[in-house]
């Protein structure tokens, strides 16, 4: 890898971790961070939860492939802006250890559930997983991962906001978000700052993943076809293209062809537009990202708008579609199902049974709960619905 910019992150300028560790012979400090990760339970979980079609339904992504293809991508554009690769890549592996089984059906029906006791959101749950949750370690809780990695994964897509728009802290008062108020962290995570660029292309890298692959199961799933495309901002013209071009090749060729160039215009319209972001805000340094008041790493403002075109084909004809909508919405019955029942009876099984009868409160209870809820695994969640309501959901 070449030498960085100025404005990348810097391993050995970290801020360090909460709990003090011996310099390593091998490896960066961001390269340790990725590694913890890779090795964590709730990364291997990951391929057991649902993206957007369950998996019994057929070899589409689940969350861990998912997030390998955001991993593959955030580190492309970070080694084409210079920026550190691994800091990036840490970012991008850990985005999504938060999320509840059954992809965004559960971490709505959690969210609802949790509204009484200040709501449920996965990137502050990716938070607790890495600070509190992971029990691998012999002296403390969590990955003790950098401040950085750890601002990244909190913060990726921008400041942390009130809900009237104004960022925490803003005003002495104010309290952090719900889940967050127990995380321990090397310095104070500046919820009100932007991340590095390094997190900023780890979110713009989960966009364009699953912008792509989106696509790509909706047509294996038979829910479109390309023809249906030709006319879709974004992918429309690469569509025509490769029908005009490729009219003979099979179908999941083409289908794929399309996917690759997808991928290649929109990473590299990313890249053309931070590098003019960049110098357009005269940023030198890590902490002039951190104060620039914008994101930095962007789509150009046509793709942004070709974008949200794309998005809003995929939500009337995929994310909508009935085939996806029976299985979201039996996902929500079981996480409101077992949320209740849990906060009823405290019935949580193994460790957790413990958790839930030490809490000292209701809100303490139901956030031990959303933490159990939130690390199942899809098959694990019906088996604990099978054990506690004697019944088992059938997606098909």
Not at 112 to 121: C, E, I, L, S
Not at 282 to 299: E, H, Q, S, W, Y
Not at 374 to 396: Q, S
């Amino acid at each position: 890898m070449s030498e960085t910019a100025p404005y990348a992150s810097k391993p050995e300028l970290s801020l360090g971790r909460l709990h003090s560790t011996g310099p390593s012979p091998t490896r960066s400090e961001f390269q340790r961070d990725r590694d913890r990760i890779i090795h964590s339970t709730a990364f291997r979980r990951l391929q057991h939860k649902t993206q957007v079609f369950p998996q019994h339904s057929g070899h589409f992504r689940n969350r861990l492939t998912h997030t390998l293809e955001v991993s593959q991508m955030a580190r492309s554009m970070a080694r084409a802006l210079r920026l550190d690769e691994d800091l990036a890549e840490a970012v991008a592996l850990s985005h999504d250890l938060g999320h509840t089984p059954f992809g965004h059906a559960g971490e709505r029906a959690l969210h609802t559930a949790m509204q009484p006791y200040g709501g449920f959101d996965h990137n502050i749950q990716a938070m607790r997983v890495v600070t509190r949750l992971e029990n691998r370690y012999a002296e403390h809780d969590g990955l003790n991962l950098t401040w950085e990695t750890l601002e990244g994964i909190l913060k990726h897509n921008g400041p942390l906001l009130n809900p009237d728009g104004t960022p925490y802290g803003k005003y002495a008062h104010e309290g952090l978000p719900a889940g967050l108020d127990d995380i321990p962290a090397a310095a104070d995570l500046r919820l009100s700052s932007f991340a590095s660029l390094e997190a900023q292309t780890a979110a713009i890298a989960d966009d364009v993943a699953y912008n792509a692959h989106d696509i790509d199961d909706a047509l294996r799933a038979g829910l479109i076809v390309l023809d249906d495309m030709v006319d879709v901002p974004l992918a429309g013209p690469i569509v025509r293209e490769v029908l005009e071009r490729y009219p003979n090749i099979a179908p999941k060729r083409q289908a794929h062809e399309v996917q690759r160039r997808l991928i290649t215009s929109s990473i590299e319209d990313v890249i053309r537009t931070t590098a003019a972001n960049i110098l357009q805000s005269a940023i030198k340094t890590p902490a002039n990202v951190r104060d620039a008041g914008r994101m930095l790493v962007t789509f150009s403002p046509e793709t942004a708008e070709a974008e949200k075109g794309l998005k809003a084909f995929l939500f009337q004809r995929v994310y909508r579609h009935e085939t996806v909508m029976v299985p979201v919405r039996q996902s929500e019955t079981i996480v409101t199902d077992l949320f209740a029942r849990y906060m009823t009876t405290r019935d949580l099984p193994g460790r957790w049974h413990g958790y839930a009868a030490d809490a000292a409160d209701e809100n303490a209870l139901a956030r031990v709960v959303a933490d159990f809820i939130a690390g199942m695994t899809d098959p694990y969640a019906l088996d604990e619905y099978a054990r506690l309501f004697d019944a088992r959901p059938d997606f098909r």
